[in-house]
């Protein structure tokens, strides 16, 4: 595959709103001994992006300061210790960013295959919610069959993820969202139980489906009175994980009940972890979860694309929060 020697991107000369964001050029870059370089069809847009672009969550030491955390495209060059991939194949993959341009390099063993029967929109909604949804939820969170399970933000994209695997993976599934018609799609995707949290009391609510058992594990991405509404819902030897805080990360809250019912509060990002780590999430979301898309079992919840020069408005979208599922970015071909 003959590469240009220049790609177009999206910059961000100043942190800021929406309209920060710039159509820029820079060298294609080179791949790594043990990185791919990715031709880019599509790319997702992640609540991460939207925080970067503003100035409140920068990449760690090393990563490229162009946004976008996944893509689907086709490799384009592989390192010299490449051996799972060669030019030509079809990939979705996690990226350390710079998805938000033609061409992107990541490792090698971040990269998953295009589930069958997928275009790559379909395909590049997947590795970011993926690999946090299944590294909070089942490693972190030790989910398991037979456990109630409540996820905040069922609609988002992360939300749908986690409904759907937390189904498959035999848990019963509440979710809270903010409109009846997101209601109405998380049940479709098998939530057991969905709340408006605009029109009802989710913790009581949560507590009446629940009983006096509670809750066994809770995703959660609002943080602030959340916090302590969380608590009052979990389990003896509970667990909560935290992978945001949208409404705050400084709270105050009553501890005495968490010590005595033995419950767990842990919290991660996943951007900075290492990429070995990242590698243990590919492999075992090849093994146990692209099985499960392949069969059409679980799907992508794709709710818009747009051009990569139109990302302002996919950003004002992802901020709206109006969407049910993942935002998109075309690139290249995407059939």
Known sequence: MTLPDSM????????????????????????????????????????????????????????????????????????????????????????????????????????????????????????????????????????????????????????????????????????????????????????????????????????EFAGKKGVNLILDMVGGDYVQKNLSCLAWDGRIVNIAFLKGSKVEVNLALFMIKRQTMTASTLRPQSDEDKAVMARELREQVWPLLDKGKIRSMVYKTFPLAEVSDAHRLMESSAHIGKIMLTVGNTS
């Open 8 to 207: 177009t991107v999206i910059e961000v000369p100043e942190a800021g709103d929406a309209d920060a964001m710039t159509v820029g050029t820079r060298p294609v870059p080179s791949p790594g001994p043990n990185d791919v370089l990715i031709k880019v069809a599509a790319a997702g847009v992640n609540r991460p992006d939207v925080f970067q672009r503003a100035g409140a969550y920068p990449p760690p030491p090393g990563a490229t300061d162009l946004l976008g955390l996944e893509v689907a495209g086709t490799v384009a060059a592989v390192g010299d210790a490449v051996t799972d991939w060669r030019v030509g194949d079809d990939v979705c993959a996690l990226t350390p960013g710079g998805g938000y341009a033609e061409y992107c390099i990541t490792p090698a063993a971040h990269c998953l295959p295009v589930p069958k029967g997928y275009d790559m929109v379909q395909a590049g909604s997947l590795p970011e919610t993926f690999f946090t949804v299944w590294h909070n939820v089942f490693q972190r969170g030790g989910l398991k069959a037979g456990e109630t399970f409540l996820v905040h933000g069922g609609s988002s994209g992360i939300g749908t993820t986690a409904i759907q695997l937390a189904k498959q993976f035999g848990a019963t599934v509440i979710t809270t969202a903010g409109s009846d018609e997101k209601c109405k799609a998380c049940e479709e995707l098998g939530a057991d139980l969905a709340i408006n949290y605009r029109e009802q009391d989710w913790p009581a609510v949560v507590k």
